[in-house]
């Protein structure tokens, strides 16, 4: 029958660390962070269903997903958060916004390292984006990212149109900065976080590098910077990661 064929979450709730619902009565644990992997796992089972595989089967799998590396991916936990996500578009960029925001608690600040598009292209999604991180953030960092042929300040002043739509002139509701170093964006990040806090970097993710004017690259990864900054005592949280190379 009709009803027979809907793939529905039920009792769905999202943890620190997890999101857990139910299908059809069996209860399903994905080891990932936020509401959308429910919907990105229903497509899954809804696929797995249509080609002959059990349900059962279907949890089994999907409980020993591992997390996206840069997609959600928690680089500290104590005393504050520190996430790092490769959102690049307003919808992804909402959706993070939106999970962490269910995570951290009442009192707790959302501070975010914010880039845009890449330099050149997707203009329009620039004061967009810094629309939404005035909507749901407490302090806003906007920071240079992947500029390429453009100017990065001209990107950033871009976003920033974006914050003063929401914002206007009160400061109260959040504090904009612009600090064109990505590495000095983050770095600052760390050091404005207090115990319970919780710092987003969005945009670049896993990528390994940054791409600049004339086609150059120099080596990066948001996450290894959180590191390295954190053990050069910007923050209070020790770390062993190792250190990346970085001009």
């Known amino acids: 029958s009709g009803a027979q064929n809907i793939v529905q979450a039920e009792n769905a709730r999202t943890e620190d660390k997890s999101v857990c619902f ?51 991916e928690m680089v500290a936990e104590k005393p504050f958060k520190v996430i790092v996500d490769y959102a690049h578009t307003p ?26 598009a890449g330099g050149g292209r997707d203009k329009w999604k620039r004061p967009n984006m810094g ?15 992947d500029p390429y ?11 920033e149109s974006g914050v003063r739509r929401v914002l206007g002139d009160k400061p109260q509701r959040a504090r904009c900065k612009k600090i064109l170093g990505r590495r000095e964006a ?11 806090d919780v710092v987003v970097i969005t945009g670049k993710g896993a990528e390994p590098w940054m791409c600049l004017e004339g086609g150059k690259k120099i080596p990066w990864d948001d996450r290894e910077i959180v590191r390295e900054e954190r053990r050069k005592g910007n923050s209070r ?11």
């Not at 629309?131 to 990212?145: G, K, S, V």
């Not at 042929?149 to 976003?159: A, R, T, W, Y």
Request: glycine share 6%.
């Open 149 to 159: 042929d453009e100017n990065p300040l001209d990107i950033i002043k871009s976003v």
């Open 91 to 116: 919808d992804s960029l909402e959706k993070v916004y939106k999970t962490i925001s269910k995570l951290k608690g009442r009192r707790a600040r959302l501070i975010c390292v914010l880039g845009a």
């Open 186 to 196: 983050i770095k600052e990040a760390l050091k404005m976080a207090k115990p319970g």
């Open 22 to 72: 139910s299908v059809r009565h069996l209860p399903f644990i994905l080891p990932l962070m936020g509401e959308f992997n429910i919907y990105n796992a229903l497509a899954a089972i809804c696929l797995g269903l249509s080609e002959g595989v059990k349900l059962e089967t279907c949890e089994k799998a999907l409980g020993r997903t591992k997390a996206i590396p840069g997609r959600m």
């Open 131 to 145: 629309m939404i991180a005035a909507r749901f953030c407490d302090e806003i960092i906007l920071t240079n990212e």
């Open 237 to 247: 949280i020790l770390d062993t990661a190792p250190k990346i190379f970085y001009h």
